[in-house]
Structures are given as structure tokens and as C-alpha cells.
């Protein structure tokens, strides 16, 4: 995004690279004419000036560490939008030997280990003390002699700060190669350092890291808790001194690795001819690059010498600065009376244009350059976006901000002009709440959001500064409106065993249905695999074993338990259920067992009569998947009800009730019937059935829910079933809330066989 600027003195030229905070380039120094890397720090960042504060100063201090094994740090500083800073260039890197399954030679191992190592013993001890916290390959590069040098030094410390300063969880550190206490979350020191080195370490000995997993959870845990196979099991010629050296650096206890790097270097330095060797890089034609050799450091050329006392002069410690060009010398006086015109011309454009809010600023001290026309379109623009971090991504229950350069107007900053949309474009309620100053506008979602799943966040043209001009995404932004995507975490480990929440029949229960199933439902989602003939069985009385099939529901939670035949009547029966029942996540369900009773057989006469059958279907169609069939007051399923067997010769009552789901607690009764079927007669209803609806709504406080002067409940009040069409609502207070609030009353209209849902509604303050 930034190719071809030129900021300071530097030429952006090409794309190298990015970490979790920068992208690092390629660029140019036209003073000096030599090649550097640049590394920006990302607009999300940029943008936040606490980041920002403690970037520079992270720098700064890096840039006075001068070690043969730590990376140079020219120059640190800002150039309008960009927060940088200019290093020495090295373009070959540890990660660019290491090959899956491929050992680096002992050699290399060692030179790398104690070039590394006597990096960290210096940042540790001098300037006050760097923790780098993220060392890893990508960190170690060669320089042209073939020396490893440290890179990145401070932009952890930084990360750190911010998050101490802020509170705003900033995550430090890759998983594959941090400490134990790192993935802990715990405070660390110099010796976690130690712990990412041998991690380095090990993978070059042996070709693989020694923990893998599919995301940072289980990598964090293997940290944590597993001991890495031996290096000797994948390469067994290796020098089992170098492997106790690497070993002693994985230890999981800080106390039982090196304590200091310093020490670390000087067990490697005792490693047979490690002091002599010397490594540089070598490439085949075909570029693919291959591990370093021990060979004579060649002299430089005429032309290399040239630059590296170029690089030198960059190296000097003093004075890093913060102006972008160097001092113009001296002109002829005409000259500065057109550059005065020039920096005239160039306030009263950016003035009227009010970049970087030079407007308000300006007419503070100068009230008169409040009558020059405003031509531009407002230039406050979001800063930052900030949000709480959990596992792998944003927290579900948390809060999201979004900070901007200048006050936003109050009356715009609502529900509808800051949008929170989950995937399809749907909307997610939420308040959305601006600070006392009107810099930062909150948005709190009304429910959780789902885990592991692809939120935006977005701005609409509508949202306007106090100025009346609509919000841009960032500075140089030419469109109004601003958009932010974000990814919530994963979902929490699940270590609770799964349990029994319901059964119908309840358990002891008397007189159940002989030709009923059997209905469970858990807590959570089961694995259907473990719910089979082996884990649920039935009995009778006298311990027999009955036939039984069993179905899992589409939602994982329920399942349906069939005989084979009708039960015998006025008999005891027990359902067991084992614990090699597990949950989706392999937790075992705690054993139980049901018994129940079935209903004794009524007096019939001696030839009983043939039964007759029951059709219910209702209009119109769009109602029939809401419609629950009471015979005789027993719940006997939802419509279409199609030829149900019943008793003839005797009089039945059906009723027909509205109810949102299954499970619903509200229903409606919308039909009512009662006949006596002959035998062998098919009864066959299709009534016309009201028009009904359903209603949910939550509130601001806790309110009684009156609909048409009837109370009907307590907020939060989900899928209520009532006619359909206009009605009136009324929230009334509770409690001590009756002093605070007012009755909320609006005028409803229910759509036919639909949901009406008004979310959460605000009760007015008491007048």
C-alpha cells in the first residue's frame, strides 16, 4: 500500500514482508544512495497514538543497542501518515534454510545458537533491559559475513506497554515457539527468551519444531504440559551434547533452563571448534537456497566497501530525529519570499479543506479566518478500532470502539449509522453509545455474538461530524462511510460432562402411554454415534431386555427411543442410560436410568369394537407447522395429523393450539371440536383456522408486559402467540424501577404466521 512514497529520505521500492504490527520494504536512502529495509508500522496501529507513542520510543532506545549480532537501526520517525523506521538490509534469513524433515548441519546449529545467544545476553543487560519475546527464525537473518543477526528487538516491548497502558489485549509472541509462561498468559523475563531459542534450536537439529497442533490452544497446551520427542529418535547422529544443550533450554520450569544467555553461549562455545567456524550464505542457480557452509570470509569488492562505510555513517547512535527532509541550505532572499507565499497558500488551502482539523484549529486563534468559505468534505476520520481479544479473535460478549480525529455529531450517532452486521448482511442489535468528549463512539451488541465466525462493522455516509460532514475511513480516504472486519474467537474448551434434562415420561412417572416413545433431551449437543442398542437399553420388570430403535434430532440434543412393540400395560419398565454416552467433545455422560409406569388396561368389552381414525389438517397451509393436536387433552403431535388411530363409540374433545416452536411456553388455542366416531370411521377435519402471530421483546429495565390491558408476562418475553393484527403494548416498571421509569405504550400489528420481534426497547425516565 505505501510502494512508491517517499517518506523522508527513503524511496519505497518493493514489498518484503509482514509481522504482526509492520510491513517491512524494501527501500532506497537518496541521500546516501544505498538500499535499507523499512519497516511501517500497519494503519490500525498508526492511527492509534498510544501505539504509536510507544513504537517510537521502543525504536529510539533499539537504535542505541550497537552490537555485531543485533540489527542497526538507522533513523525512527513519522512522515504524515507513517510511523516507521530504517534498519540495515539483510535479505537472507533462518527460515529460508529450514526445510521440512531436513537438519541443519551441527555447525550451523552451533554458530547460529551462540551468535543468537550473545544478541539476547547484550539486549538483556544493557539500556535498561529488552525482552524480546518474539525471537523465531523469521527474526534471525545473516549478514554478509555469514553472522546471525537479532531483528525486532523492542516492537514486543512496545505491544506490552501499549497493552499495560490501555488495557487492551495487544497478543505478543507466535505459538510454536513461545515459553510456557508466555502461553500461560503469565509475566516473563530474559529466560523466556532462552525457551524460544531452543525452541530455534531444536528445529534446526531435527527439521520440525518440536510441538505442532492445529491452533495456538493446543500448541500453547503442549507447551505447557508435554515433553518434546528426544532430537536423537529423529536425527541420531546428533552430538548428545548439543542435544542436553538443547534440552536444557526447553525445560518448562524457568529456573531449570540457562539462566542467562551469557551462560548459554559459553556451553555452546565449548563445543569442539564452534569458536572457529565461520557461516555465510550461498545460493544454486536455481535459487533454491540450501544450508550455510563453513568456508573463508571472501574481502569485499570496491563497490561493497563503498557501502558499508555508507552504512556506517547511518550506524552512528546520535541523534535520531523527527523532521523528514534535511535543513534546505541557504537562497537567495527572493527565494524565501516565494517559499512564504508557498507555505501561505499551502495553510489556507489545507484550512479550507481542514486537513488534520487545521480548521478548528486555526479559527481558535484567528477568529477572523472563520468567514473564509469551507470547500472540503470534513476530514474527521476513524483513528482506531479496538476491541477485547480472546482466543483466536474478538470476544463474544465484549464491547467495540472506534475512536475518531474529531468530535462526532450526537444525534448521528445511532443504531442505524453504525452497524454491526453479521454474515448475509443481517443486523446484529446493539447500543451504540458516544463518550462525554464525542470522540469515540461504543458499540455493545444486545446478545452474545456466535464463536469463530465474520463480523463488519460499518459506518454509513450518515454519520457526521459536528461540523455536518460525514466520517471517513482514514485520511487519505476519498468516499464517505468506514467499514471494519473483525473475527470472533473460538469457543471455549468443553470439559463438562453432559447430563439428562429432560425425559418424557418424567422419571417415576405412572400411567405413561403403552404405545408412546420415549423422549430425551441434554444439556448439549451429543455425539449420535454413542447413543446406540449398547449405551441405552430398556427392561421390564423381570430384567428382560426389550427391542428398541433410536433416533437422533437434527439439533444433536434430543433423541427418540422406539420399542418395537407396544408395551405391555400396567407394567414397569426401566431405561438405563451408561456413560459411553459422550457429548460432542468426548466428555462422558454421568449414568442414569429412567423408570416409569405404564397406564393399566381400561375395562372393554369382551369383543371390543373395531377403532376408527383420525385426519386433522388446518387452513391455510401457512399456519400448519405452528398447529399442536390435543385429543382427549394428550398432546398427540403437530398438523398434519393423518389417519391417527382412536377409539370409536366414544366422545372425543380435540383441540387445536398455536405455539411458536415445541418448546415454547406460550400457546393460543384456535380451534376447538368434539364428535363420536363410528367404527371403522375415518374423521377427517380442515377447519379454518384464525389468523395468529408471535411476539418477542426485551426491555431496559426488566418491565411487566401488558397487551391490550391484559398482563401477559415478564420481559424478556420470547414467541408469545396472539391474534394477529393491531394491538396495544405497554411495559410497565418493576420494583424499585417504578420511581425511575415510566410505562413505554406503542401501538403493534402483528404479522399472520410470523414473528414480530421489536428487540430491546428503552422504558422512558420518570417525569
Known amino acids: 500500500m505505501f510502494l512508491g512514497r517517499r517518506v523522508a529520505v527513503y524511496r519505497i521500492d518493493e514489498f518484503l514482508g509482514e509481522g504482526g504490527f509492520a510491513y517491512v520494504y524494501k527501500a532506497r536512502d537518496t541521500n546516501l544512495d544505498i538500499d535499507v529495509a523499512l519497516k511501517v508500522l500497519k494503519p490500525a496501529f498508526a492511527y492509534d497514538e498510544v501505539f504509536e507513542e510507544n513504537f517510537r520510543r521502543e525504536a529510539h532506545r533499539a537504535a542505541k543497542f550497537r552490537h555485531p549480532n543485533v540489527i542497526a537501526i538507522h533513523y525512527a520517525g513519522k512522515d504524515d501518515d507513517i510511523v516507521f523506521f530504517s534498519m540495515d538490509l539483510l535479505e537472507t534469513g533462518l527460515k529460508d534454510l529450514l526445510r521440512p524433515g531436513q537438519p541443519l548441519e551441527e555447525a550451523v546449529i552451533i554458530k547460529v545458537g551462540?551468535?543468537?545467544?550473545?544478541?539476547?545476553?547484550?539486549?538483556?543487560?544493557?539500556?535498561?533491559?529488552?525482552?524480546?519475546?518474539?525471537?523465531?527464525?523469521?527474526?534471525?537473518?545473516?549478514?554478509?559475513?555469514?553472522?546471525?543477526?537479532?531483528?525486532?528487538?523492542?516492537?514486543?516491548?512496545a505491544a506490552t506497554n501499549y497493552t499495560a497502558a490501555t488495557g487492551t489485549t495487544v497478543y505478543v509472541g507466535t505459538p510454536k515457539y513461545m515459553s510456557p509462561e508466555q502461553a500461560r498468559g503469565q509475566r516473563v523475563d530474559h529466560r523466556s527468551d532462552i525457551y524460544s531459542l531452543g525452541v530455534t534450536l531444536y528445529e534446526m537439529a531435527v527439521g520440525e519444531a518440536p510441538f505442532t497442533g492445529r491452533d495456538w490452544f493446543e500448541?500453547?497446551?503442549?507447551?505447557?504440559?508435554?515433553?518434546?520427542?528426544?532430537?536423537?529418535?529423529?536425527?541420531?547422529?546428533?552430538?548428545?551434547e548439543l542435544e542436553r544443550i538443547i534440552l536444557k533450554c526447553l525445560q518448562k520450569n524457568p529456573t531449570d533452563r540457562y539462566q542467562s544467555a551469557e551462560h548459554l553461549r559459553s556451553e555452546l562455545n565449548r563445543l569442539e571448534g564452534a569458536t572457529q567456524r565461520t557461516v555465510i550464505l550461498t545460493l544454486q542457480p536455481t535459487q533454491e537456497r540450501k544450508a550455510p557452509t563453513?568456508?573463508?570470509?571472501?574481502?569485499?569488492?570496491?563497490?561493497?566497501?563503498?557501502?558499508?562505510?555508507?552504512?556506517?555513517?547511518?550506524?552512528?547512535?546520535?541523534?535520531?530525529?523527527?523532521?523528514?527532509?534535511?535543513?534546505?541550505?541557504?537562497?537567495?532572499?527572493?527565494?524565501?519570499?516565494?517559499?512564504?507565499?508557498?507555505?501561505?497558500?499551502?495553510?489556507?488551502?489545507?484550512?479550507?479543506?481542514?486537513?488534520?482539523?487545521?480548521?478548528?484549529?486555526?479559527?481558535e486563534r484567528v477568529p477572523a479566518l472563520a468567514s473564509i468559505p469551507y470547500i472540503g468534505t470534513g476530514s474527521v476520520y476513524a483513528t482506531s478500532f479496538m476491541h477485547a481479544n480472546v482466543e483466536g479473535g474478538a470476544d463474544v460478549d465484549g464491547e467495540f470502539d472506534i475512536t475518531f480525529s474529531g468530535p462526532i455529531d450526537e444525534r448521528t450517532a445511532t443504531y442505524n449509522n453504525v452497524q454491526l452486521l453479521a454474515p448475509g448482511e443481517r443486523r446484529v442489535p446493539a447500543e451504540v453509545t458516544l463518550s462525554p468528549e464525542g470522540t469515540r463512539v461504543t458499540v455493545k451488541p444486545n446478545a452474545r455474538l456466535a464463536y469463530a465466525t465474520?463480523?463488519?462493522?460499518?459506518?454509513?455516509?450518515?454519520?457526521?461530524?459536528?461540523?455536518?460532514?460525514?466520517?471517513?475511513?482514514?485520511?487519505?480516504?476519498t468516499q464517505p462511510g468506514a467499514e471494519f472486519s473483525f473475527t470472533t474467537g473460538n469457543p471455549p474448551p468443553d470439559t463438562d460432562p453432559?447430563?439428562?434434562?429432560?425425559?418424557?415420561?418424567?422419571?417415576?412417572?405412572?400411567?405413561?402411554?403403552?404405545?408412546?416413545?420415549?423422549?430425551?433431551?441434554?444439556?448439549?449437543?451429543?455425539?449420535?454415534?454413542?447413543?446406540?442398542?449398547?449405551?441405552?437399553?430398556?427392561?421390564?420388570?423381570?430384567?428382560?431386555?426389550?427391542?428398541?430403535?433410536?433416533?437422533?434430532?437434527?439439533?444433536?440434543?434430543?433423541?427418540?427411543?422406539?420399542?418395537?412393540r407396544s408395551l405391555r400395560r400396567g407394567a414397569s419398565y426401566t431405561l438405563v442410560l451408561t456413560d459411553s454416552i459422550m457429548d460432542r467433545a468426548g466428555n462422558r455422560l454421568v449414568g442414569d436410568t429412567l423408570a416409569f409406569v405404564t397406564a393399566a388396561p381400561a375395562a372393554t368389552p369382551a369383543t371390543p369394537a373395531p377403532p376408527a381414525a383420525l385426519s386433522v389438517r388446518v387452513r391455510p397451509t401457512d399456519a400448519q407447522q405452528y398447529i399442536k393436536v390435543l385429543l382427549d387433552d394428550e398432546d398427540v403431535g403437530y398438523a398434519p395429523k393423518l389417519n391417527y388411530q382412536i377409539e370409536s363409540g366414544r366422545r372425543h374433545n380435540l383441540k387445536l393450539m398455536a405455539s411458536f416452536t415445541e418448546y415454547s411456553s406460550y400457546s393460543l388455542q384456535v380451534f376447538e371440536d368434539e364428535f363420536t366416531p363410528r367404527a371403522e370411521q375415518t374423521v377427517d377435519l380442515n377447519?379454518?383456522?384464525?389468523?395468529?402471530?408471535?411476539?418477542?421483546?426485551?426491555?431496559?429495565?426488566?418491565?411487566?408486559?401488558?397487551?391490550?390491558?391484559?398482563?401477559?408476562?415478564?420481559?424478556?418475553?420470547?414467541?408469545?402467540?396472539?391474534?394477529?393484527?393491531?394491538?396495544?403494548?405497554?411495559?410497565?416498571?418493576?420494583?424499585?424501577?417504578?420511581?425511575?421509569?415510566?410505562?413505554?405504550?406503542?401501538?403493534?400489528?402483528?404479522?399472520?404466521?410470523?414473528?414480530?420481534?421489536?428487540?430491546?426497547?428503552?422504558?422512558?425516565p420518570a417525569r
Open 687 to 764: 377447519p379454518q383456522i384464525t389468523a395468529f402471530g408471535f411476539l418477542t421483546v426485551t426491555s431496559e429495565p426488566i418491565a411487566d408486559v401488558f397487551i391490550d390491558g391484559e398482563m401477559v408476562g415478564t420481559t424478556p418475553l420470547a414467541g408469545y402467540t396472539l391474534h394477529a393484527g393491531p394491538h396495544k403494548l405497554e411495559l410497565h416498571p418493576k420494583g424499585d424501577d417504578v420511581n425511575r421509569y415510566s410505562v413505554r405504550t406503542q401501538e403493534i400489528n402483528v404479522p399472520q404466521f410470523q414473528l414480530l420481534n421489536l428487540g430491546n426497547l428503552r422504558l422512558p
Open 454 to 477: 465474520d463480523y463488519v462493522l460499518r459506518i454509513t455516509p450518515d454519520l457526521l461530524s459536528t461540523r455536518g460532514m460525514p466520517i471517513l475511513q482514514n485520511p487519505r480516504a
Open 114 to 157: 551462540i551468535d543468537v545467544a550473545s544478541a539476547l545476553q547484550f539486549a538483556h543487560t544493557h539500556e535498561g533491559g529488552i525482552v524480546h519475546r518474539d525471537l523465531k527464525p523469521d527474526n534471525i537473518l545473516f549478514d554478509r559475513h555469514g553472522n546471525a543477526v537479532v531483528t525486532d528487538f523492542g516492537i514486543a516491548e
Open 498 to 564: 453432559p447430563f439428562l434434562a429432560e425425559s418424557v415420561p418424567a422419571k417415576d412417572a405412572r400411567n405413561v402411554a403403552a404405545n408412546r416413545p420415549i423422549r430425551l433431551t441434554f444439556n448439549e449437543e451429543m455425539d449420535p454415534t454413542t447413543l446406540n442398542g449398547e449405551s441405552v437399553q430398556l427392561f421390564d420388570a423381570q430384567g428382560n431386555a426389550v427391542d428398541i430403535s433410536i433416533y437422533t434430532a437434527d439439533d444433536l440434543q434430543t433423541a427418540q427411543i422406539q420399542p418395537a
Open 219 to 240: 500448541l500453547g497446551r503442549k507447551h505447557i504440559e508435554e515433553p518434546p520427542a528426544l532430537p536423537c529418535e529423529k536425527t541420531p547422529d546428533l552430538d548428545p
Open 294 to 363: 563453513p568456508v573463508p570470509t571472501p574481502a569485499p569488492s570496491v563497490k561493497e566497501a563503498a557501502e558499508e562505510e555508507a552504512r556506517q555513517v547511518q550506524r552512528r547512535p546520535a541523534d535520531l530525529y523527527e523532521a523528514t527532509t534535511q535543513p534546505p541550505p541557504k537562497r537567495r532572499r527572493r527565494w524565501v519570499w516565494l517559499a512564504a507565499a508557498a507555505v501561505l497558500v499551502g495553510f489556507l488551502g489545507a484550512y479550507s479543506y481542514d486537513l488534520g482539523g487545521l480548521r478548528a484549529w486555526a479559527e
